[in-house]
């Protein structure tokens, strides 16, 4: 069994006994939404566990069906809370698109700060690569039902991975905004754009195989709770 999905077997039977009794399934896609340019994405979470330590996270996130942007990926991933405002989670991420696939071992912090700006702090790691994930998302609240909603992703990576076109460096910058409605207290649709750029490497990669390495997209969708 490789080291990672033996460590998440092992952190989940050891906090099973924290949450058999209370458990309950939940479920978010913060994001299903269309993009211009023909591009179909969703991002969400399962939820199996209590409100303390929701203990098995199952994440799904997509980019279809454009070769040159596309992505498709999982994690499971056992979480447990630090405090009011943090969360740890640890547990395994497979890269199913694109070719080649892709393991990974996950350990990331999830939480917010003092003024309710949503933070993310993942490192994964596959053979001798490690990749760092910073994100950021505010909520501004426009009007009780509106509000406009932020976000900023920033990738590094220790190797360059040519097969996946990925560089050493700072990779990825990513930039959006949305500005949504809620109809209900589970649908919530939205408007927004999007944007995304390469940096070093990963730029140099990119224009070697004639892929862009930025892009500017509108986008469409709503969140689903359940």
């Given at each position: 069994?490789?080291?990672?999905?033996?460590?998440?077997?092992c952190l989940i039977a050891s906090m099973s006994h924290a949450w058999a009794?209370?458990?309950?399934?939940?479920?978010?896609?913060?994001?299903?939404?269309?993009?211009?340019?023909?591009?179909?994405?969703?991002?969400?979470?399962?939820?199996?566990?209590?409100?303390?330590?929701?203990?098995?996270?199952?994440?799904?996130?997509?980019?279809?069906?454009?070769?040159?942007?596309?992505?498709?990926?999982?994690?499971?991933?056992?979480?447990?809370?630090?405090?009011?405002?943090?969360?740890?989670?640890?547990?395994?991420?497979?890269?199913?698109?694109?070719?080649?696939?892709?393991?990974?071992?996950?350990?990331?912090?999830?939480?917010?700060?003092?003024?309710?700006?949503?933070?993310?702090?993942?490192?994964?790691?596959?053979?001798?690569?490690?990749?760092?994930?910073?994100?950021?998302?505010h909520v501004f609240q426009l009007k009780p039902r509106l509000e406009l909603?932020?976000?900023?992703?920033?990738?590094?990576?220790?190797?360059?991975?040519?097969?996946?076109?990925?560089?050493?460096?700072?990779?990825?910058?990513?930039?959006?905004?949305?500005?949504?409605?809620?109809?209900?207290?589970?649908?919530?649709?939205?408007?927004?754009?999007?944007?995304?750029?390469?940096?070093?490497?990963?730029?140099?990669?990119?224009?070697?195989?004639?892929?862009?390495?930025?892009?500017?997209?509108?986008?469409?969708?709503?969140?689903?709770?359940?």
């Amino acid at each position: 069994m490789k080291p990672s999905l033996l460590f998440t077997s092992c952190l989940i039977a050891s906090m099973s006994h924290a949450w058999a009794d209370s458990a309950q399934f939940s479920g978010e896609f913060d994001q299903l939404e269309a993009r211009s340019q023909g591009l179909l994405l969703w991002d969400g979470e399962l939820f199996f566990g209590n409100a303390s330590n929701r203990a098995l996270v199952l994440k799904t996130a997509a980019e279809l069906p454009n070769r040159l942007l596309g992505s498709h990926e999982l994690q499971l991933l056992v979480q447990t809370a630090l405090n009011n405002r943090w969360q740890v989670r640890a547990g395994v991420r497979m890269d199913t698109y694109p070719d080649p696939t892709r393991s990974w071992g996950v350990v990331s912090f999830t939480g917010e700060n003092a003024l309710g700006t949503a933070l993310e702090i993942t490192g994964f790691a596959h053979g001798e690569n490690q990749s760092l994930l910073l994100g950021a998302e505010h909520v501004f609240q426009l009007k009780p039902r509106l509000e406009l909603i932020p976000k900023a992703e920033v990738v590094f990576n220790s190797h360059d991975d040519v097969a996946t076109s990925v560089g050493a460096g700072l990779s990825t910058l990513e930039l959006g905004a949305r500005l949504r409605y809620h109809y209900t207290a589970a649908v919530k649709p939205y408007v927004g754009i999007n944007w995304i750029t390469s940096y070093g490497n990963s730029r140099d990669l990119l224009n070697a195989e004639g892929a862009r390495a930025q892009n500017f997209t509108l986008r469409a969708g709503f969140s689903w709770a359940f």
